[in-house]
């Protein structure tokens, strides 16, 4: 033990004996810039600003050339001397307009993210359903009056509302843990889509401060800290649709600002039925920071949506001329929700080597969903309406301490993060019940109380020798499931608890500042609802992932970026809540295999070209040949654009996206058709203002957005049918928009 001590001392002492480059890289309001690379030209070495500005890159000497670029930013050089070795240097970087050129692509885990930030900053996020488009190979339907959380696919994943995706919103989780309508319901309107900064991801379950849902990937979308100008904009289209947004800066001083930001949106749909939706929006920030020391960001957010659906409706309705595509069987559908956020970051630099980050969040929600799938399947009389509702508190903290620039033996450099946490989820009154016309309780199926705790501890490391980066990383979680029956006469209370241990290894090789290749390996894992927990005595209730991915990510030449990946993943054994009718389904083992590719191409100043391509065959391992398709998983899906910015007052984007037709069952003998579906917009600067045309559709595709195979009796029929029954898709829908800034 007194050795293991010894070497441990060691290492947290360790420094480079040569010289290194420090300092602080602000803008030009001396605000700190986070995630700047910084990269030796003679060296190789890298390294990147954290929260507070702050870099430390290792080995350097007199005359070398280091790179300093930033999306959004000019990228500066510098010829180190032997003062700036003496005393740490201040850099100020000059905004620029977004470029493919600003991005170095080094030994970092997420290297493709930062580089489709680029397609982000290009063509900004325009509505809440388009926030994780931006993902490539993630695909998102809406089936219930826009008011519901999207459905979402990747990696051949039929995700549900995010089962397999874990969703953040600045460390802020967004997944809803034994929800009222799914396992993982993950509802992002309440971020208001101006306010993305850009959208963190990655695929697989190989990141171990990504824990719950994180098997297909995770998706962190990170707020603007700060507001350039203030901003009034309006919406107005089809559909009597209307936007009305407000960002307003209120404090800017040298170590402070604080912005508020406002949306109202209004919408019919081009539904026969109206759907009557409304949101309204409102955050505001509050930023505190002192350049190299520390920040401090405070964010508060309060979302409240009410919407009618027609929900999905049967190809044999159409067929029979009972409705037509965009009409309802039953238009009493809908429902109403409300979230209210509360969010703490704190980032502490101890030194130029060691960081201690902590957030803390809060958030209070209710849900109410009124849904009819089956029309008159089990209840021939009063149909089969159904409400799901829950009030919810969600309550958690993280604290993370990061240590860098330590050196073992001759030239391996070290560094680590290890971090713990917890969240509690206390869940009143979660229920599903018969309902008719929403207002009659014909019969309640489950009522209950849900108290779910997760702590959870990760260590994450990584070892870089020459061009190589070695990241071996460890995360486990304990889960605690409560839940009390209230249907039973007598008290109910059921428990268990369980714990998941999830190690990582991630090699990358970077043959230089434009090129990496990388092998990703490591255990995910998703929860399953507390109800499945306590119905199945604590068994197959943390299902492991299990993922590889191979890749490269290259920078040929400055203006062209292209990456590919071939990936497996295997999922065991799990039990899932089935949160329309209040059972439990065994679900199998299942196997996917993929390949990726994606190019990014800056043709011009002006004009930025990107697509992506993903094909995945998933299948189900336990079941028979012909009886193993997995049901509404995409294998083959497309997305990409041509987007023009800088050219004179103009600016305009045309984007795609493609999903193959796909099985929707388990023998492939229903499809569910697939699409391709087509925007444009246009947008115009004068001075100050901004004029604006959005076209979603813009061929008018008749397209089925998303589509299940049910089985369900319409009112006139003797015995059930089981056919697609499908939300359709919005048709040529134009809106115009005008804003100003100051």
């Not at 360790?14 to 030209?41: M, R, Y």
């Not at 083992?589 to 697509?611: C, H, I, N, P, S």
Request: with cysteine; net charge negative; aromatic share 12%.
């Amino acid at each position: 033990m007194k050795y293991i001590i010894i070497v441990l001392l060691i290492i947290s002492n360790s420094t480079i004996c040569a010289q290194n480059l420090k300092g602080n890289v602000v803008d030009k309001t001396n605000q700190p810039l986070e995630d700047v690379s910084v990269f030796n030209q003679n060296t190789g070495k890298h390294s990147h600003t954290d929260a507070t500005g702050s870099f430390t890159i290792t080995n350097t000497s007199a005359q070398d050339s280091v790179y300093f670029s930033s999306l959004g930013y000019k990228t500066n050089l510098i010829k180190v001397s032997q003062e700036n070795l003496n005393s740490r240097v201040t850099i100020v970087m000059e905004e620029s307009d977004i470029s493919l050129n600003q991005v170095i692509i080094t030994s970092e885990l997420n290297a493709l993210s930062r580089i489709v930030d680029v397609d982000v900053q290009k063509s900004a996020v325009k509505s809440s359903q388009e926030i994780l488009r931006k993902v490539p190979g993630l695909i998102i339907g809406q089936h219930a009056g826009g008011g519901k959380a999207e459905q979402i696919f990747l990696r051949g994943f039929d995700v549900d509302h995010g089962t397999d995706v874990a969703i953040s919103v600045d460390g802020i989780p967004v997944n809803m843990t034994s929800h009222a309508h799914g396992q993982g319901y993950a509802d992002l309107h309440f971020v208001i889509p101006e306010t993305i900064e850009n959208v963190n991801f990655g695929k697989g379950p190989y990141y171990s401060e990504k824990g719950n849902f994180n098997t297909a990937g995770y998706v962190d979308l990170r707020l603007r800290k700060t507001l350039n100008k203030s901003l009034i904009s309006l919406e107005a289209g089809q559909f009597n649709t209307s936007r009305l947004l407000g960002m307003f800066n209120f404090l800017e001083s040298e170590n402070s600002n604080a912005y508020i930001a406002s949306e109202l949106y209004l919408t019919d749909g081009p539904f026969d039925s109206p759907q009557n939706f409304n949101r309204i929006n409102i955050m505001g920030r509050y930023n505190y920071n002192l350049s190299g020391d520390q920040e401090l960001n405070l964010t508060a957010s309060h979302f409240k949506s009410k919407w009618d659906a027609s929900g999905q409706i049967p190809q044999r309705a159409i067929d029979l001329g009972i409705v037509d595509r965009f009409g309802a069987i039953d238009d009493t559908e809908g429902g109403q929700t409300s979230r209210t956020n509360l969010l703490v970051n704190h980032t502490k630099a101890i030194d130029e080597n060691q960081l201690f980050k902590t957030k803390a969040f809060l958030s209070l929600y209710d849900f109410e969903l009124y849904s009819n799938f089956t029309f008159f399947l089990e209840d021939p009389v009063n149909g089969d309406q159904i409400r799901q509702k829950e009030h919810r508190i969600i309550l958690g903290a993280e604290s993370v301490f990061q240590k860098k620039n330590m050196i073992l033996g001759h030239d391996v450099q070290f560094e680590y993060e290890s971090g713990i946490g917890f969240r509690y989820d206390n869940v009143d009154d979660i229920e599903l019940s018969s309902t008719l016309n929403r207002q009659t309780t014909l019969n309640r199926i489950s009522l209950g109380d849900v108290d779910e705790i997760n702590t959870y501890g990760f260590l994450n490391a990584k070892f870089k020798t020459g061009k190589w980066t070695f990241n071996p990383a460890l995360r486990l979680d304990y889960f605690k499931f409560d839940y009390v029956n209230k249907i039973t006469e007598t008290y109910d209370n059921q428990s268990e608890s369980k714990v998941a241990f999830s190690p990582k290894l991630n090699t990358i090789f970077s043959v230089n500042r434009n090129w990496q290749l990388f092998l990703k390996s490591g255990i995910g894992f998703h929860s399953n609802d507390t109800r499945v927990v306590v119905a199945n005595n604590g068994k197959d209730v943390l299902p492991a992932a299990y993922g590889i991915d191979l890749g490269t990510i290259v920078k040929p030449t400055n203006r062209l970026a292209l990456n590919a990946t071939l990936w497996g993943l295997f999922l065991e054994q799990e039990f899932v809540y089935v949160g329309d009718a209040g059972i439990v389904e065994p679900s199998g083992k299942t196997r996917r295999l993929g390949v990726e590719f994606g190019t990014r191409y800056q043709a011009m100043d002006w004009l930025y070209l990107y697509g992506d391509i993903n094909y995945t065959y998933g299948r189900s391992t336990e079941e028979a040949n012909g009886e193993d398709f997995i049901p509404l998983a995409p294998d083959l899906t497309s997305s990409g654009g041509i987007l023009l910015k800088g050219l004179g007052n103009f600016s305009s984007a045309l984007t795609y996206r493609f999903v193959d037709n796909r099985p929707a069952n388990e023998n492939d003998s229903i499809i569910a058709e697939g699409y391709f579906v087509t925007d444009f917009n246009l947008n115009y600067n004068w001075k100050n203002w901004t004029y604006g045309i959005v076209v979603e559709n813009l061929f008018d595709t008749a397209w089925n957005e998303t589509q299940f195979a049910t089985e369900s009796r319409l009112f006139n029929e003797a015995s059930p049918i089981e056919e697609i029954h499908f939300t359709p898709g919005t048709p040529f829908y134009i809106r115009g928009k005008v804003s100003v800034s100051f």
